[in-house]
């Protein structure tokens, strides 16, 4: 009677430990490093510090070119998501933004935004250059790809993301929220750090993480599967030793 105090302890242990485990946010959030797309790769990702929104990219010193791949969820189910540029300031106004929403027969389309300020969004050309743009849409996610021309010798590019609740009958996007998220999806992207010839980890300025990435491979979009299979191991251990008491 003395010795099975001590084990129902730890198996009480073992469940808090479990559960804890289970219901933890890193059990849930995915991050760039578990997302791959279907014949293309990028060697850079960032988890961006708002919206729940990542960035690929890969910059190409040899034609001042970035590549990206934007992925983020709409506010609600026929909404939009959208990356810029900015090429005079850090936020909005003056953005040359890919802004991703669903046509009326469900294919996800791609238009291209000159921003000259916040009370002027009209569809317009960039005031750089654009190619190989397409756009995707799985599982309530959106993503944007693009290459983009950056200016010769830039070291560094402000970038802006956003998300919105839908578009109306033309098409036109209605506005965002004004949450905090809303307002602080920005940031200034390191390009001279990120470039091709580096095989280093990075960083961008802003309260998102960086790394680079290697693989990619085939299939859609993936997410959660590298963080969660590692608390998934975790968990088995700790159930093997509830169960071995």
């Known amino acids: 009677m003395a010795s099975s105090l001590p084990l129902s302890l730890l198996q009480i242990s073992c469940i808090f430990l479990l559960l804890a485990l289970l219901i933890s946010p890193a059990a ?3 991050t760039c490093n578990s997302q791959t797309f ?9 988890d961006l510090p708002a919206l729940s929104s990542y960035l690929h990219w890969t910059y190409d010193r040899s034609n001042s070119s970035l590549s990206i791949a934007f992925v983020a969820a709409p506010a ?4 939009w ?3 810029a540029i900015n090429p005079t300031a850090e936020k909005m106004a003056g953005s040359q933004a890919l802004l991703a929403h669903q046509t009326a027969n469900g294919t996800p389309t791609v238009t291209t935004y000159n921003i000259s300020a916040y009370n002027s ?6 005031s750089f250059d654009v190619w190989d743009v397409s756009a995707e849409f799985s599982s309530g996610t959106f993503m944007i790809f693009a290459t983009v021309k950056v200016p010769k010798g830039a070291v560094s590019v402000n970038h802006v993301w956003q998300v919105g609740p839908g578009v109306n009958t033309t098409g036109f996007p209605e506005k965002h929220d004004f949450s905090p998220a809303n307002l602080r999806s920005y940031e200034t992207l390191s390009l001279v750090a990120n470039a091709t010839t580096n095989s280093t980890t990075n960083t961008t300025t802003g309260g998102g993480s960086t790394t680079n990435t290697t693989g990619g491979g085939s299939g859609a979009l993936r997410t ?3 963080g969660n299979m590692g608390l998934f191991s975790v968990s088995l251990l700790v159930l093997g030793a509830l169960i071995a008491f």
């Open 28 to 30: 849930q959030a995915a």
């Open 38 to 46: 279907k014949n293309k790769l990028y060697s850079n990702c960032s």
């Open 76 to 79: 609600k189910t026929d909404g």
């Open 81 to 83: 998501v959208a990356w």
């Open 121 to 126: 969004i009209i569809p317009g050309k960039l």
């Open 224 to 226: 959660g599967s590298g």
